[in-house]
């Protein structure tokens, strides 16, 4: 039995890579535009908003937390950064500071009234979310930011040497997390707070402190994510990011991290995201409409938590 319980667990570890690799390779069957250039730089580019955020909540679900106001984060920071980046006023630099900011104080906030008041994460964060959407609406006077300076606008819609800035942002963005989540003390004590949290606590490990800061990089995550839409979009929108904080919660999950805290790895959260943006971008070169879309979006995401619960069972 032993034997069976080790090779689903192996098979578990692996399966999101697979499904990765043959979903494209039915894509590739079934329309000759998927496998180019042009497309996966689309698809890459596509999803680096959706990553950024995919990677901050992976910190907090590891810890056995949610958080759910990711959406309305990007919405506040990016009204923020954009009115403050009209041009010949203030250097690029001051709205990408203002519009961080904003976004890791936002997420610093969730988490002390979470670790202060015990109340859980889930209501927490869904009272940040409607604050924020207000909050934008407020900055904005509800209407779009426009006009912004072309330093602003290269952040989201330039290139490097041939490689759209986002992807850039998106592959430093992956190496950094990585690096935090299992190379770190804080990756430590991410991953046995999510464990135990009591046996965290005996241990020495300052649970409230360590529940901090994921929120705090979550918060950071979800801004530099909205400072991207807002630049590639070139307009600050106040209703921005709207269900964007669901499919980053899915491609964390897709990828592997329990919803029960304790397991987890940016490199699963980033094929979950690689692997629902593929679905979309064949979905659309199939002519399939957004309706029937949403509907397989939402039986991955079933079937991957279906597929974490069987795994909880056997350890």
């Not at 923020?80 to 890791?104: K, N, R």
């Not at 979905?283 to 879309?293: A, C, G, H, I, R």
Request: glycine share 14%.
């Amino acid at each position: 039995m032993n034997k069976y319980v080790t090779q689903f667990k192996g098979i578990g570890q692996y399966g999101i890579f697979m499904a990765f690799v043959v979903v494209c390779l039915l894509l590739s069957f079934t329309t000759s535009k998927f496998l180019t250039v042009s497309n996966w730089t689309i698809i890459i580019t596509q999803v680096s908003i959706n990553a950024l955020l995919a990677f901050g909540v992976t910190f907090v679900i590891i810890t056995g937390g949610i958080d759910l106001s990711l959406g309305s984060i990007m919405a506040v920071t990016g009204v923020a950064a954009a009115s403050l980046a009209h041009p010949d006023t203030y250097p690029v630099i001051v709205p990408l500071v203002i519009g961080l900011l904003a976004g890791v104080a936002m997420g610093a906030l969730n988490g002390l009234v979470i670790t202060k008041s015990k109340v859980p994460p889930f209501i927490v964060t869904l009272g940040m979310m409607t604050i924020g959407r207000g909050l934008a609406l407020i900055l904005s006077k509800g209407r779009p930011v426009s006009n912004l300076s072309d330093s602003f606008n290269f952040i989201g819609g330039g290139n490097v040497a041939g490689i759209p800035f986002p992807i850039i942002v998106l592959i430093i963005s992956f190496i950094v997390c990585s690096v935090v989540l299992k190379k770190t003390i804080l990756g430590r004590y991410i991953y046995a707070v999510g464990g135990n949290e009591q046996a965290a606590k005996a241990s020495g490990i300052r649970v409230n402190k360590v529940k901090m800061a994921v929120y705090t990089i979550c918060g950071g995550l979800a801004a530099l994510a909205g400072i991207l839409l807002t630049s590639r979009i070139t307009t600050g929108q106040p209703n921005a990011g709207v269900g964007f904080e669901l499919d980053a919660i899915a491609a964390a999950i897709i990828g592997g991290t329990s919803t029960s805290g304790g397991t987890g790895t940016m490199t699963g959260t980033l094929i979950g995201a690689l692997l629902i943006g593929v679905i979309s971008n064949g979905l659309d070169l199939l002519n399939v409409t957004s309706y029937y879309q949403q509907v397989v979006m939402g039986a991955i995401i079933i079937g991957a938590v279906v597929l974490d619960s069987w795994n909880q069972k056997t350890t």
